[in-house]
Nanobody
């Protein structure tokens, strides 16, 4: 059973930075697209960023220029560097993965809370 384990959430002031990490099972990392989603209270889950096995990336418009997704294939880990954080970035952040050919994300982490507040 593949596993995704997130870490790195916490409380940060507006304008601050956080880096989230997601450690994945070796069995899936090299063949899966990796992504970060988030869900704020009372809102639907939304995709924040994704990175393909070739390193190609995409971001939702509201985080472009502030967030960076990356993957370390040697460590089976995907990162989300979040800079210039805003209160509206407050949410539970989830790591997810899918095969390149899949339409939906198959594996999910347990989530990590990010709170942006003064």
């Amino acid at each position: 059973q593949a596993q995704l384990v997130e870490s790195g959430g916490g409380l940060v002031q507006p304008g601050g930075s956080l880096r989230l990490a997601c450690a994945a099972s070796e069995s899936i990392f090299s063949t899966h697209v990796m992504a970060w989603f988030r869900q704020a209270p009372g809102k639907e889950r939304e995709q924040v960023a994704a990175i393909g096995t070739d390193g190609s990336t995409n971001y939702r418009d509201s985080v472009k220029g502030r967030f960076t997704i990356s993957r370390d294939n040697a460590e089976n880990t995907v990162y989300l560097q979040m800079n210039s954080l805003k209160p509206e970035d407050t949410a539970i952040y989830y790591c997810a993965s899918r095969r390149k050919s899949a339409m939906t994300y198959t594996y999910w982490g347990q989530g990590t809370q990010v709170t942006v507040s003064s």
